[in-house]
């Protein structure tokens, strides 16, 4: 209802306030996206972030969303372990949310961490 109700950035910022640690989240957007590109940078963020807790032991994250060149692009970093497969099935489920609004996802994520995702979906209107 957030997401809907009041845009992407008071769901991120509420998002992040039910996190179990520190999350800073930067929103610079100079109007809201159309509905299916926020919904899917929220699916993202929440993804991101549930699995910078439950598999990285992450102690702090950073969320950072921003338009530029038509394309809406987010960035979660997060100071866990590492480690996190590109191609494994738990990041499966944001490729395909992404890809089907012709957006990418890229990983990096060397063992002993940092992870960060960046992930980018046109967003020209």
């Keep these: ?43 993202i963020v929440a993804e991101a972030l549930t699995n910078a807790v439950k598999h990285a032991r992450a102690r702090s994250a950073k969320v950072r969303l921003w338009r530029e060149n038509g394309r809406l692009r987010i960035e979660v970093r997060d100071d866990g372990l590492g480690g996190a497969n590109a191609n494994g099935h738990g990041l499966d489920g944001l490729h395909k949310r992404l890809a089907a609004l012709d957006g990418t996802l890229a990983i990096a994520s060397p063992a002993g961490g940092p992870t960060v995702l960046y992930a980018e979906v046109p967003c020209a209107s």
């Design 1 to 43: 209802a957030v997401l809907t109700d009041l845009g992407l950035e008071a769901a991120l910022s509420a998002l992040a306030g039910r996190a179990p640690q520190p999350v800073a989240v930067t929103v610079d957007l100079d109007r809201r996206p159309p509905e299916a590109v926020e919904a899917a940078a929220y699916f």
